[in-house]
T-cell receptor
Framework: AQSVTQLGSHVSVSEGALVLLRCNYS??????LFWYVQYPNQGLQLLLK??????LVKGINGFEAEFKKSETSFHLTKPSAHMSDAAEYFC??????????????????FGKGTLLTVNP | NAGVTQTPKFRILKIGQSMTLQCTQD?????MYWYRQDPGMGLKLIYY???????DKGEVPNGYNVSRSTTEDFPLRLELAAPSQTSVYFC??????????????FGPGTRLTVT
């Protein structure tokens, strides 16, 4: 079974500082990897995803993430935090399955989330 | 496109009451999902559907029911509401199976309190 671990339920940074949100997964085969952001009282919005190809993935709002197979990680970074980045961030994984693999086709497993606060 | 819409945004229920949470998507997505979000717990899948007339249980289906009569709509029914069902509920949709790398699109959520 897959699992996702987000290290740190709460990360606090100063405006202009580097943002680093950690995500590790447990899976026998590298899964598809996603980062979602949830602003207060809103739904989840996709930031970026890794499916195949280049391991450094660029997303919206200046965020990027790097897939490292050897470390089973998909950490999210942004060089310079803005006040508007304050939100909760979720890492999620989905298994790579072929058609006809039943329930696994739908499955998206979420981490417990990391709340990012940005101090002025 | 409106994407995924949910109604109501907020609701307070008394123990034992029933209600239906509405979800509609206008992206012609085959797959639809219902999640609940509890503080510090991430999202847990309640039910999902791979197309009209086809639904299946997720991780936490007890106390809920769903139906999918059209591609656009995927209502979630709570029967005999209990305090443990106090949560934020999200509906999502995806073009096809997440197992092929397709992301899910989320609605704005319904905040439900059962007292």
């Amino acid at each position: 079974a897959q699992s996702v671990t987000q290290l740190g339920s709460h990360v606090s940074v100063s405006e202009g500082a580097l943002v680093l949100l950690r995500c590790n997964y447990s899976s026998s085969v590298p899964p598809y990897l996603f980062w979602y952001v949830q602003y207060p009282n809103q739904g989840l919005q996709l930031l970026l995803k890794y499916t195949t190809g280049a391991t450094l993935v660029k997303g919206i709002n200046g965020f990027e993430a790097e897939f490292k197979k050897s470390e089973t990680s998909f950490h999210l970074t942004k060089p310079s935090a803005h006040m508007s980045d304050a939100a909760e961030y979720f890492c999620a994984v989905s298994p790579r399955v072929e058609i006809g693999s039943g329930g696994s086709n739908y499955k998206l497993t979420f981490g417990k989330g990391t709340l990012l606060t940005v101090n002025p | 496109n409106a994407g995924v819409t949910q109604t109501p945004k907020f609701r307070i229920l008394k123990i034992g009451q029933s209600m239906t949470l509405q979800c509609t998507q206008d992206m012609n997505h085959n797959y639809m999902y219902w999640y609940r979000q509890d503080p510090g717990m991430g999202l847990k899948l309640i039910y999902y559907s791979v197309g009209a007339g086809i639904t299946d249980k997720g991780e936490v289906p007890n106390g809920y029911n769903v139906s999918r009569s059209t591609t656009e709509d995927f209502p979630l029914r709570l029967e005999l509401a209990a305090p443990s069902q106090t949560s934020v509920y999200f509906c999502a949709s995806s073009r096809t199976r997440t197992g092929a790398g397709y992301e899910q699109y989320f609605g704005p959520g319904t905040r439900l309190t059962v007292t």
